[in-house]
């Protein structure tokens, strides 16, 4: 079992920036891909950015230049800073962790990010 817990969530104007952090525990294997996902109300849930554990890093075009991805691999951790926030990113910011071999996956509990107008 892989334990993810989120932090650093909150409620920030237009424009602003957040960082998200998430740290990982438990059984994790090195070779691991780990990333953020969102879900904003009514929404299904979509991909933010992931980190795979050598540093190669996938964005969608919707968050590519103002959002990134980085990872202390000592730490078990991933982070995710956020600029130029809009209220489209208004939603709940899962961690995420995956393993190819074996093949596992995890989730966090999320964290509210809210951008207001």
């Known amino acids: 079992q892989v334990q993810l817990v989120e932090s650093g969530g909150g409620l920030v104007q237009a424009g602003g920036s957040l960082r998200l952090s998430c740290a990982a525990s438990?059984?994790?294997?090195?070779?691991?891909?780990m990333g953020w996902y969102r879900q904003a109300p009514g929404k299904q849930r979509e991909l933010v950015a992931t980190i795979t554990d050598n540093g190669f890093t996938n964005y969608p075009d919707s968050v590519k230049g103002r959002f990134t991805i980085s990872r202390d691999n000592a730490k078990n951790t991933v982070y995710l800073q956020m600029s130029s926030l809009k209220p489209e990113d208004t939603a709940v910011y899962y961690c995420?962790?995956?393993?190819?071999?074996?093949?596992?996956?995890?989730w966090g509990r999320g964290t509210q990010v809210t951008v207001s107008s």
């Open positions: 995420n962790y995956f393993t190819i071999f074996p093949r596992r996956e995890y």
């Open positions: 438990g059984n994790i294997f090195s070779a691991n891909t």
